[in-house]
């Protein structure tokens, strides 16, 4: 299974623009292996939120971006969750990723 047709077949589906927004940062994805499932989603997500951080003021794309993020992370730990004996380590790795991406901001 690819990541495009997994994330297809979520369920409950998202809200059609939350949908849309996961299609359009993850398009360059879509034809990963089920392995890959788990760090694409979150590879995602980074780069929604290395954008958010890097964004002036909040918008209404902004809420989007957090809500879409959000989702990625969700569903990146949702795949990870199919392979148990990796599923602490991943989730190290990700509080560890993305607490230097907020470290990151704040040394700006």
Do not use: H, K, N, Q
Not at 19 to 46: K, N, W
Not at 75 to 100: H, V
Request: charged letters at 35%; aromatic letters at 2%; proline letters at 7%.
């Amino acid at each position: 299974m690819t990541l495009g047709t997994w994330l297809d077949e979520r369920e409950p589906a998202p809200p059609p623009a939350l949908a849309e927004r996961l299609r359009m940062v993850l398009a360059d994805d879509r034809e990963a292996p089920d392995d890959e499932i788990p760090e694409r989603c979150l590879e995602g997500a980074e780069r929604l939120l290395a954008g958010l951080l890097d964004a002036p003021a909040a918008s209404r794309e902004a809420a989007l971006d957090l809500l879409a993020a959000d989702a990625l992370v969700t569903y990146a730990f949702e795949a990870a969750g199919e392979d148990l004996p990796r599923l602490d380590a991943r989730a190290t790795t990700a509080m560890a990723r993305i607490a230097a991406m907020v470290a990151d901001e704040d040394d700006r």
